[in-house]
């Protein structure tokens, strides 16, 4: 998978998780410092990666993932 | 270093007085820290500008939200950060670039959580260096001042507490609220109410600062976990105590012991953590408190009421039973009873029922109302020998208990003598406590409380408040001498220096050497004892044997040639037997003294608070007596003789039972000149003067015996 498309599909489980409007996530957003995300919704939100991927993440340093391109270069790793 | 103390000045000056503040990861979620912090300061009716931030929120309590502090199109004050820390650091950044000075950092997930926290939190300190920013927390409960120009509640606390003139530093949160709790139902107030949590960049030592310059506080409380800076806690308390006169109370918890009984000197293993604490706090005036009662019982005092002018009061009791309690309470702190002159007994019985007790304490009999109480509280107050009035009411059915609590507050109006109340019960006199309370009258369940609060206050005007802590100038130090002999010992890389080179080191810092000599040879110290005279004393001198009368390495009382040959056999048969692998260099011929009294000195290196010394009565059992009292080094002069003074040994040195008085000024002078050398040379981690022999009064003393610990991480 290209990594524009991960990028892409990224962005849209971000956008879903926190209600956010795609135009408002760039590549390198904080989830909690630019997007809002609260505690909860950094667990949805990695919840969220493994449906839309289909993989199965660590869940300890899936937490620690802070921007966008951070969980690209994660996920990437598991594809 | 000055620098940064004066930028962190100004920038609490905004914290406190901010016209505009920034909560910045704020949200619209009730029950949560960042929503509470924001609805605090609109419930206190903030007198400034408030701009929420929240990356999410458009709105929040009908304001606008903006999604980043630089968003903000106006000058901000004060900016609060209430973000996860994984982010706070990005938050900090936004309010240097913004031009934000003064910051309040609410998270945690900082230094208490452990190393990554604490990168984090050096990560937060970096950023306010480069910004010329100062920061509250991180880790903190938040910041309220009660003022009414201002009236900032930057908390997350369940209420703003009343205005008061009282400022309350704590490093933990939740006990700030639970003293908040406290305070409210005993209606005390705060001019100032600060968490300031893992004290990353303001300390309290900043905060001490700006409290003595604080107009609204009078009074300075502070519950404290760990002191890092011990000495610079005592600084900043001197500083503040002699230029604005107000008292500092401080409950500092952690009372253990670590590391004590690991020490090799008897002055490592007597000198624990806490009375290090307790020595450093009393010299520098600090009052300490064991708990939050105590605490608020002297407080309340300082606060109210003026300060007592001397120890006598005036005890005016409904029953005789509490008025004893309360005489015993006072007498064995200290206080006296005021002797009425002859008006005041005249007055008082014209007042009160022939069966009334007129002399103090003043007993007004069960049945009294309002009346007699005001008649003596007033003769009291006019006596001039009453320095302070001590009122104690006991519930009886004919009691006008809140009528005698609201006349007492009236009455205690413009005074310039204190009362303080004692209302003996709990439900009956509750709503009589109430008022007294709410008049700001000091009110104490126990008399014993009551006595202590009052001592408090007298003891800090009489002998704390001016007090001028002024070091001494000492002559007869050669520090050159001393470096040299010091870099000697250290050479061969020894920890342990043994009591011939600590003499020389201490001498040459004008300590009393004793008469003697290291001899080699049982020829040589015959000559040695030929010369300075007999009896002598024999010690073994070896880097391995520490504890010489162990190995029974000492033998006293020699007076002729033939007893220091036999005892230079002796004492090397007896060394060897028991530490057979021993070196020994030889043996110190010493001249014996007779008649003087034993006592030991000694250094310990407090982590905390630096060199500290150690008085007491001296001989093998110092460890069994613990007859001892400390002091951080340098010493004032007042403060070795203090040393002395906090000791059983004091009265002994004194003279008692025809014993003649032992000479003190010597062992103050040698207090001194160790204090100095502790200070001079860092890596004496610990020292023993064990015994220093002090002799009759103008006779001086001689050391006797000594061993010094060196630091071995230098």
């Avoid at chain 2, 701009?51 to 903006?66: F, H, L």
């Avoid at chain 2, 126990?446 to 704390?464: G, I, R, T």
């Avoid at chain 2, 014993?659 to 204090?675: E, H, K, T």
């Amino acid at each position: 998978m290209e990594k524009n498309e991960i990028l892409t599909q990224v962005k849209d489980v971000v956008s879903n998780v926190l209600k956010v409007d795609a135009t408002e996530i760039s590549d390198d957003s904080n989830f909690i410092f630019d997007l809002g995300a609260d505690s909860m919704q950094s667990v949805e939100l990695v919840a969220g990666f493994e449906e839309e991927f289909d993989i199965e993440m660590d869940q300890d340093k899936a937490l620690e993932i802070q921007t966008i391109q951070d969980a690209v270069n994660f996920i990437t790793e598991y594809l | 270093m000055k620098e940064l103390r004066q930028l962190r000045q100004e920038n609490l000056e905004t914290i406190f007085h901010p016209k505009s503040v920034a909560i910045v990861g704020t949200n619209n979620v009730k029950g949560t820290v960042p929503h509470d912090i924001l609805y605090n300061i609109l419930k206190a009716d903030f007198n400034g500008i408030v701009y929420p931030v929240s990356p999410r929120e458009k709105s929040i309590k009908g304001i606008k939200a903006y999604k980043y502090v630089v968003d903000i199109p106006d000058d901000v004050d004060l900016a609060i950060l209430v973000f996860p820390s994984s982010v706070c650091h990005m938050a900090l950044e936004q309010c240097g670039q913004k031009g934000i000075k003064s910051v309040i950092i609410i998270s945690a997930g900082y230094k208490e959580v452990g190393e990554a926290g604490l990168k984090r939190e050096q990560q937060l300190i970096e950023i306010a260096r480069k910004y010329d920013m100062s920061f509250i927390g991180p880790n903190c409960l938040g910041v309220i001042n009660t003022a009414p120009e201002t009236r900032l509640d930057a908390s997350f606390a369940r209420e703003m507490p009343d205005q008061g003139n009282i400022g309350f530093l704590s490093q933990s949160g939740a006990l700030c609220t639970a003293v908040l709790d406290y305070a409210s139902a005993k209606h005390i107030g705060f001019s100032k109410f600060i968490s300031f949590g893992n004290k990353a960049d303001i300390s309290e030592i900043d905060l001490l600062f700006y409290l003595m310059n604080d107009e609204e506080t009078k009074v300075i409380l502070m519950y404290l976990e760990e002191v890092s800076d011990g000495l610079a806690l005592m600084d900043a308390a001197r500083e503040v105590i002699e230029k604005s006169g107000k008292p500092i109370l401080i409950i500092k918890s952690g009372r253990t012991d670590e590391g004590a009984s690991a020490a090799a000197s008897h002055t490592g293993s007597l000198t624990g953590a806490d009375e290090v604490c307790d020595a450093g706090f009393e010299q520098a005036g600090i009052i300490r408190c064991d708990n939050l009662e105590e605490m608020f019982n002297r407080a309340r005092a300082f606060a109210y009421q003026p300060p007592p002018e001397t120890e006598k009061v005036a005890i005016i009791t409904n029953a005789g039973g509490p008025g004893v309690l309360t005489t015993d309470a006072a007498i064995s702190r200290g206080l006296k009873l005021a002797k009425f002159s002859e008006e005041t007994t005249a007055i008082l019985k014209k007042a009160l029922p022939a069966t009334a007790n007129i002399n103090n304490p003043v007993d007004v009999i069960g049945d009294a109302r309002s009346d007699r109480y005001l008649a003596a509280i007033q003769a009291a107050f006019d006596d001039q020998d009453v320095s302070g009035v001590f009122v104690i009411l006991t519930p009886q059915s004919m009691t006008d208990i809140d009528t005698i609590a609201a006349d007492v507050a009236r009455i205690a109006e413009g005074q310039t003598k204190p009362i303080y109340t004692s209302f003996m019960g709990e439900k009956d006199v509750a709503s009589g406590i109430d008022i007294l309370q709410r008049h700001k009258i000091p009110h104490y369940i126990l008399p014993e409380s009551m006595c202590d609060a009052y001592k408090a206050v007298y003891h800090f005007n009489k002998n704390v408040k001016d007090k001028v802590h002024q070091l001494p100038s000492l002559d007869n130090i050669q520090g050159e001498l001393a470096r040299k002999l010091m870099d000697k010992v250290k050479s061969n890389g020894r920890s342990y220096i043994p009591e011939v080179e600590c003499i020389e080191v201490l001498g040459s810092y004008g300590l009393p050497a004793p008469q003697g000599k290291l001899a080699t040879t049982a020829e040589e110290a015959v000559q040695i004892a030929e010369k300075i005279g007999y009896p002598v004393v024999m010690k073994v001198v070896s880097d391995d044997i520490i504890h010489k009368s162990d190995v029974k390495g000492v033998e006293l009382n020699l007076g002729s040639a033939d007893e220091v040959k036999d005892a230079w056999e002796r004492i090397h048969s007896n060394a060897l037997s028991a530490m057979p692998d021993a070196t020994i260099t030889g043996l110190y011929v010493i001249k014996m003294v007779k008649g003087a009294e034993e006592i030991i000195l000694g250094i310990k290196r407090d982590p905390s608070f630096g060199p500290v010394l150690l008085f007491g009565l001296g001989g093998i059992f110092v460890e069994v007596f613990k007859d001892v009292s400390f002091g951080v080094a340098p010493l004032s002069r007042e403060d070795a003789m203090h040393m002395l003074e906090q000791t059983k040994a004091y009265k002994i040195l004194k003279g008692t039972r025809g014993r003649n008085p032992r000479d003190m000024d010597s062992i103050v002078d040698a207090l001194l000149r160790l204090g100095q050398l502790a200070v001079d040379f860092p890596e004496i981690e610990e020292l023993d003067i064990n015994p220093l022999f002090v002799l009759d009064e103008g006779q001086g003393c001689v050391l006797g015996d000594a061993r010094m610990i060196l630091t071995t991480t230098e």
